[in-house]
């Protein structure tokens, strides 16, 4: 039977829409997750936010109050971006001297080392004292579409990424990926010994209403909930942006990412202004508000992780840098520098000072694709390596009624000793039941004998432990190991794994032994992608260079 016109016109147009709709689909794929969100979870105007209020006068004398603890984490801090020990941005020219002034009246510990080298599963060993991998918190939580389009990205390339497709099944949605509800957290011990908790900044560690942080034993938050947020939106007359159009990372970040807030389950909202200063100027009204009761605040900054944004003053204020990204990066380092003064102000202000506890530390190392080659100096290696580059962390401790100021220590300090830290600065018993890996920083920093003790790190077929100084890096991808003697060689220049092939051996059974013990990951890695170690992702690939395989 002969098809009429009207019914041929109209296939064709349905076939012509439908080429359309493909033809979108397949140019514009990598907006799909952003426009979901905002389907599912709109993002209204901004609110004001009411911090509850506790008593008026202080229940106890002040000399007698549990101390206040102020938890500072940055995202993707380099260790050369301060100043407080010579270094810093553009040749030292962009001063810190809020975040210098905390080691400087503090204790710095020299050897700060990182949960992780990726955000999240740092921030799980801070909130529970406990490797990450002990509980199956492995992997940082991200969409599928992020992995296929890192995965893309690098699949022409020698060496290629491995996508890992099959896996797929298996994986869960990103807002179901966080801390079990069997771990114990920081802010749920201190909530059971009389603390009001809070929590503003970066989540990161699970985005459903189950796991988010009023799940997890804070009784306030002001966060929002994925690893990365806008500072302001992309065309706000205010931003000064740097797109990083080498990177697939920053590609998914524009694409994608929401200038949005959540205050304790409400729906999202506009934040109001620059992210850092948001949520600095936040945190000082939640001090204000809590000035006459023991609190725990978590400052979790998402500076200055990417999309590079700062505001147009801050970045008018650093004419003398050339580098269009070294500018934006660097006000966005001047912003959190403002901020963090702001915080510590508010502090003094109000007579908190003396008694408050203040850890300053960052989640890893500053990361590859920022593009620029000195953020982790003297360190080789980034973010999503276990070089130290990528874990190696500033890390202060600040407390003037207990701590010594000025005070500079060796022995290594990891996150997993944050949790030990505040509960032993609160009077708080830790868990029985279970094995806690961190130790309490304030008796070291007054004078306690450093335990002997291996640190280790693991991420898929990339494991590390360092012990005494030594340190074994084994990547089972690449059936490669690298064994560097730290105390020697503490920026990793000379592998000795032929040399010393006795310590090979031995840190080889400790390494075996520790990862026995961890456990299963919750969801599996998608993809495996190698990462230079020195240099970043915007330089052309060196013949014999080293790399690694990063598994996420």
Known sequence: MAIGKKTGGLLAAAVLVGAALWYLAAQYWIYVPGILAEWRDPIGPNRPVAWEKGPEEAAQPAGERAPNVLLILV?????????????????????????????????????????????APSRAAIMTGRYATRFGFEFTPAPVPFHRLIASFSEDRDPPAFYHAEREAETPPVDDMGIPHSE????????????????????????????????????????????????????????????QEFDPIDTFLWANLPYAIRFNGSDRFEPDGYMTDYLSAEAVKAIEANKNRPFFMYLAYNAPHTPLQATRADYDALSH???????????????LDRGVGEVLGALKENGLEENTLVIFTSDNGGAHYVGLPD???????????????GIHVPYFLKWPKVLPSGAELAAPAAHIDIFSTVAAAAGAAQPQDREIDGIDLTALAKGATAPSRPLFWRSGNYMVLMDEGWKLQ????????????????????????????????????KLDAINARQGKPLWPSLIEAPIAIDRPLNTPQEEGETFIYWSN
């Open 184 to 243: 114990v957290t920081v802010a749920e011990l201190l909530q059971e010994n009389g603390y009001h908790t809070l929590m503003l900044g970066k989540w990161h560690l699970g985005g459903a209403p189950g796991m988010r942080p009023d799940a997890h034993g804070f009784h306030e938050y002001l966060g929002f909930m994925p690893g990365a947020a806008m500072f302001l939106p992309k065309d706000h007359p205010d931003a000064v942006n740097s797109i």
């Open 75 to 119: 995202d993707d801090l380099g260790f050369n971006d301060l100043t407080f020990a010579g270094g810093g941005l553009a040749g030292g020219t962009v001063p810190t001297p809020h975040i210098d002034s905390i080691a400087k009246s503090g204790v710095t510990f020299a050897n700060g080392y990182a949960g992780n080298a990726t955000c």
């Open 375 to 389: 953020l982790n100096r003297p360190y080789r290696g980034w973010k999503a390596t276990f070089f130290e580059g």
């Open 474 to 509: 084994r990547s089972g991808t690449q059936d490669k190991v690298w064994l560097f003697n730290l105390n020697e060689d503490p920026t990793e220049q000379q592998d000795l794994s032929e040399q010393a092939p006795e310590k090979l051996a031995e840190m080889t059974a």
């Open 321 to 335: 840098i050339e580098d269009h990204t070294e500018r934006v990066y660097a006000a966005m380092i001047r912003a």
